[in-house]
């Protein structure tokens, strides 16, 4: 039932009263009030700012393990670590792009051991400097177009060379 309805300019808006069993659930009325204090708002924040902090403070390893990957034979751990971690955390702080693409290079070298085929390291080379550009401009989102196709061609190149 709803307690309250306000009419500006023709549209409707009802206001309904939470439900009773909701209420229960939290700890009767005012519970919430309780529960998302100013203090523990605050220190939500912070566990946030740090994950954050330490995130982008990450990234000068992952680079480097990644532009290592670019110059020369592909040494697979460290790389396939690189995009675990970087998968791990980057779709939490909103980089679908970044994720996706740590995504693909991660699966793609999941069960790869030894070393690799010439076209094997084009793949991770592909790859790594996708990651590298993506990471540089710190590209929030899934990207546009040109991302998005992006990611079908790389999709195409771990499909043609397993």
Not at 10 to 39: C, M, N, Q, S
Not at 51 to 60: C, T
């Amino acid at each position: 039932m709803p307690n309250n309805t306000v009419k500006p300019d023709a549209d409707t808006i009802v206001v309904y009263d939470a439900d009773a069993r909701l209420r229960e659930k939290v700890g009767g009325p005012g519970a919430l009030g309780k529960l998302f204090t100013l203090d523990r708002i605050q220190k939500s924040q912070r566990v946030i700012d740090d994950f954050k902090a330490g995130f982008f403070g990450e990234l000068g390893n992952h680079l480097h393990t990644l532009r290592q990957a670019c110059d020369g034979p592909v040494e697979i751990d460290p790389v396939r670590a690189s995009a675990r971690a970087l998968k791990s955390q980057a779709e939490s702080l909103g980089f679908d792009l970044l994720f996706a693409l740590s995504e693909g290079l991660y699966q793609y070298l999941e069960d790869k051991k030894g070393p690799l085929t010439s076209e094997q390291q084009l793949v991770v080379i592909k790859h790594a400097e996708s990651l590298i550009l993506t990471l540089e401009r710190q590209e929030r989102g899934k990207g546009g177009v040109t991302e998005q196709e992006l990611l079908q061609t790389l999709g195409l190149l771990r499909r043609k060379y397993p």
